[in-house]
């Protein structure tokens, strides 16, 4: 499995994030709906409403993606 460091992935490549919010703006994502998340989007997808069903390589970025979920319940 891949090991990524989920503090230097923020700090170093948001530019990802920043390109997948052009994306959400076309999915026009609604409030309970349901998104397959590949990668690191699940914080921006919540934004909206939606609910983010993610996979992810690494281990790292799931656990940091569910302590961000679970901050924003």
Same mark, same amino acid.
């Given at each position: 499995? /891949? ?12 530019? #990802? *994030?920043?390109? %997948? @919010?052009?994306? $959400? ?5 609604? /409030? ?12 921006? #997808? *919540?934004?909206? %409403? @939606?609910?983010? $069903? ?20």
């Amino acid at each position: 499995m /891949a090991k990524w460091n989920p503090a230097l992935y923020d700090e170093k490549h948001d530019f #990802i *994030s920043r390109f %997948g @919010a052009s994306l $959400l703006e076309v999915l026009s994502p609604k /409030a309970n709906e349901v998104i397959l998340n590949l990668g690191y989007l699940a914080h921006d #997808i *919540s934004d909206y %409403g @939606a609910k983010a $069903l993610g996979i992810d390589a690494s281990q790292e970025m799931i656990e940091q993606a569910q302590r961000i979920a679970s901050l924003e319940c």
